[in-house]
């Protein structure tokens, strides 16, 4: 069963960037099944999905978003990590990884498992 | 991009009911639509996915209907710990929209 585990800082100054890294454990991040993403949830709503990586480095990231993004993927490591440059208070949310079965015969994914979550918060 | 709408926003209801979440998709998406249920300050978990397919793990209380743009998650007879709020998500696109959630609520 896959671990899912986010790290980094819980405070970020406005304009400065974001960085987390998500540990994966129990399996391999070079897994051909999986693809490994990021999705945030503001305080008190919903979720939303920032990108996606394959190990090969293949990324897919929300066109809200794309300019901003980096997902970055270490093999060596079994790590997976998130920058999100010129943050605003608006980013303040918690952030999770997620590891993103997808069968390729169909075409299906879903997001099995997840971190536990870390909140980032923007503020001076 | 696909919208994705839950309804209702918010549901109360007995220990005991039955009880249906619909989600909308703003075109077709075939059965490419994931059911999530997460608890205050925990991380979503999967319950359904491919509309109808149970995760293992997840009572059989917990069914998916629909395909085309109509979605239902039904739970049979709502457990105590089935209060939470529900996610629907499109895995059509490589952009997987979530619904704004329906919470649901002890009457």
């Known amino acids: 069963q896959l671990q899912l585990q986010e790290s980094g800082p819980g405070l970020v100054k406005p304009s400065e960037t974001l960085s987390l890294t998500c540990t994966v454990s129990?399996?391999?991040?070079?897994?051909?099944?999986?693809?490994w993403g990021w999705i945030r949830q503001p305080p008190g709503k919903g979720l939303e999905w920032i990108g996606s990586?394959?190990?090969?480095?293949?990324?897919y990231y929300n066109p809200s978003l794309k300019s901003r993004v980096t997902i970055s993927v270490d093999t060596s490591k079994n790590q997976f990590s998130l920058k999100l440059s010129s943050v605003t208070a608006a980013d303040t949310a918690v952030y999770y990884c997620?590891?993103?079965?997808?069968?390729?015969?169909?075409?299906?994914?879903?997001?099995?498992?997840w971190g536990q979550g870390t909140l980032v918060t923007v503020s001076s | 991009d696909i919208q994705m709408t839950q309804s209702p926003s918010s549901l109360s209801a007995s220990v005991g009911d039955r009880v249906t979440i619909t989600c909308r998709a703003s075109?077709?998406?075939?059965?490419?639509l994931n059911w999530y249920q997460q608890k205050p300050g925990k991380a979503p978990k999967l319950l359904i996915y491919?509309?109808?397919s149970l995760q293992s793990g997840v009572p059989s209380r917990f069914s998916g209907s629909g395909s085309g743009t109509d979605f239902t998650l039904t739970i049979s007879s709502l457990q105590p710990e089935d209060f939470a709020t529900y996610y629907c998500?499109?895995?059509?696109?490589?952009?997987?929209?979530f619904g704004q959630g329906t919470k649901l609520e002890i009457k």
């Open positions: 997620a590891s993103s079965y997808y069968d390729i015969l169909t075409g299906y994914y879903y997001f099995d498992y």
């Open positions: 129990g399996g391999s991040i070079s897994s051909s099944s999986y693809y």
């Open positions: 990586i394959y190990y090969s480095g293949s990324t």
């Open positions: 075109q077709s998406i075939s059965s490419y």
């Open positions: 491919a509309a109808s």
């Open positions: 998500q499109q895995s059509y696109s490589t952009l997987g929209t």
